[in-house]
């Protein structure tokens, strides 16, 4: 085997962006570095497929075979492999600059500190976190998906969903162990839950369960794109890192089928309408004997237990009572619901006092702007985890 000239740089540690690095040497002519470059890959990282097969590859064009990198495969495991080359390869060629905002997450609460973006269709899992207020990529992961894709809309689908979710509990291999026995090893480092179907899901009549951020079987790296029954699988140090960052009850998962990044200054555009609305939202509602409060939800407004007509019923007697009163508001996240045109979720914390009880409740308000062009809520509900 040639000697190896170039040792990879110490910050390059992270087996993926090692693997990215190579195919940069293939493509510019470097093709004995390459072929060193991913030995080493390989004897650290016996279980990593992907680099497996492209070291085979390079062997042979080292050895003459200058037609070796395969494009397509009849072969659905070599197929599957190929598939997972291209998007870690896109993805690094097309990263997103350090100020871009993503399109479906334009406001991160302070108190969130960390959320969970994940981009199914580039096969990328991105924790955020919140720098006053607009969210930053902290770090980015490869991951799977379900076997037939994305838009779960019922049970056995083996679709992953679309939607905004938040992380619910975390299963360690000792939990997973007692629960599924000897299906436990499916799971590798471990699971995190979510909360899917989560209230806009529900209203819609999506069914299923058990959607879940999890690792991988320990005698391999990663699975390839398109392998779970619904669930995001990612490699098992890949969610030990994870794991460190996020609160099972509070942390954000956003599903989205595709990211566009916008700028700081896009992105301010396009909270300003949803913003306006949402403070005369919070003013008419102080306003005790002002009827303006109910424009501002829609006419198939409707809630597990309300449509528009109980809710109008109930909320009048509810402001009879109550007299003139305000309502603040803070820790507030904003997203453009993923797959829903012109619809918002706003989540946020608002105190509440009544009849002498104080505190506080986190409550999510789907927001959507209807013919009129007027932005109005069409369900709302508290935001719990479960």
């Given at each position: 085997?040639?000697?190896?000239?170039?040792?990879?740089p110490d910050e390059i540690?992270d087996?993926?962006a090692?693997l990215?690095?190579?195919?940069?040497r293939?493509?510019q002519?470097?093709?004995?570095i390459?072929l060193?470059?991913i030995?080493?890959l390989?004897?650290?990282?016996?279980n990593f497929r992907?680099?497996?097969?492209?070291?085979g590859?390079?062997?042979?064009?080292?050895?003459?075979?200058?037609?070796?990198?395969?494009?397509?495969s009849r072969n659905?495991?070599?197929?599957?492999?190929?598939?997972?080359?291209r998007?870690?390869?896109?993805?690094?060629?097309?990263?997103?600059?350090?100020d871009a905002?993503?399109?479906v997450?334009?406001?991160?609460?302070l108190?969130?500190e960390?959320?969970v973006?994940?981009?199914?269709?580039?096969?990328?899992?991105?924790?955020m976190?919140?720098?006053g207020g607009?969210?930053?990529?902290?770090e980015?992961?490869?991951?799977?998906?379900?076997?037939?894709?994305t838009g779960?809309?019922?049970?056995?689908?083996?679709r992953?969903?679309?939607?905004i979710?938040?992380?619910?509990?975390y299963?360690n291999?000792?939990?997973?162990?007692?629960?599924?026995?000897?299906?436990a090893?499916?799971?590798?480092a471990?699971a995190?839950?979510i909360n899917?179907?989560n209230?806009?899901d529900?209203?819609?009549?999506r069914?299923g369960?058990?959607?879940?951020?999890h690792?991988?079987?320990d005698?391999?790296?990663?699975?390839p794109?398109?392998?779970?029954?619904?669930?995001?699988t990612?490699a098992n140090?890949d969610?030990?890192?994870?794991?460190?960052?996020?609160?099972?009850?509070h942390?954000?998962?956003i599903?989205?089928?595709?990211?566009?990044?916008?700028?700081?200054?896009q992105?301010?555009?396009?909270?300003l309408?949803i913003?306006?609305?949402?403070?005369?939202?919070?003013?008419?509602?102080?306003?005790a004997?002002?009827?303006?409060?109910?424009?501002?939800?829609?006419?198939?407004?409707?809630?597990?237990?309300?449509?528009?007509?109980?809710?109008v019923?109930l909320?009048?007697?509810?402001r009879?009572?109550?007299?003139q009163?305000?309502i603040?508001?803070?820790?507030?996240?904003l997203?453009?619901?993923?797959?829903?045109?012109d619809?918002?979720?706003i989540t946020?914390?608002?105190?509440?006092?009544?009849e002498?009880l104080?505190?506080?409740?986190?409550?999510?308000?789907y927001?959507r702007?209807d013919t009129?062009?007027?932005?109005r809520?069409?369900?709302?509900?508290i935001?719990a985890?479960?």
């Open positions: 085997m040639p000697a190896n000239p170039y040792s990879p540690v087996p993926e090692r990215v690095a190579a195919l940069d293939l493509a002519g470097q093709a004995d390459a060193n470059e030995y080493q390989v004897e650290e990282q016996p992907l680099a497996q097969l492209i070291y590859d390079l062997l042979q064009i080292h050895a003459g075979d200058t037609d070796s990198l395969k494009i397509s659905k495991r070599l197929s599957a492999l190929i598939d997972e080359a998007l870690r390869w896109r993805q690094r060629q097309t990263l997103p600059d350090a905002i993503p399109d997450l334009l406001r991160l609460a108190r969130e960390r959320a973006l994940v981009d199914l269709r580039a096969a990328r899992l991105y924790l976190w919140s720098v607009r969210p930053r990529i902290l980015d992961h490869y991951i799977g998906i379900g076997k037939y894709g779960k809309k019922r049970e056995g689908d083996q992953t969903p679309v939607g979710y938040r992380i619910t509990s299963l291999r000792e939990m997973l162990a007692e629960k599924y026995d000897d299906d090893y499916l799971y590798g471990g995190l839950p899917y179907p209230l806009h529900r209203l819609l009549s069914t369960s058990g959607i879940w951020l690792g991988v079987p005698e391999t790296y990663v699975r794109p398109r392998s779970s029954r619904g669930c995001v990612m140090s969610f030990t890192r994870l794991l460190k960052e996020v609160v099972p009850g942390t954000l998962v599903f989205s089928d595709g990211i566009e990044w916008i700028s700081r200054s992105a301010k555009i396009r909270e309408e913003m306006e609305a949402l403070k005369q939202w919070q003013s008419d509602w102080a306003a004997d002002s009827d303006a409060f109910f424009e501002h939800y829609a006419e198939d407004y409707k809630t597990e237990s309300a449509n528009l007509a109980s809710f019923d909320e009048q007697r509810a009879a009572s109550r007299g009163t305000a603040d508001i803070d820790n507030l996240s997203m453009s619901y993923p797959d829903e045109k619809t918002f979720l946020f914390r608002q105190a509440y006092n009544d002498g104080r505190g506080f409740i986190r409550k999510q308000q927001w702007k009129d062009g007027r932005w809520i069409i369900h709302e509900g935001d985890a479960s």
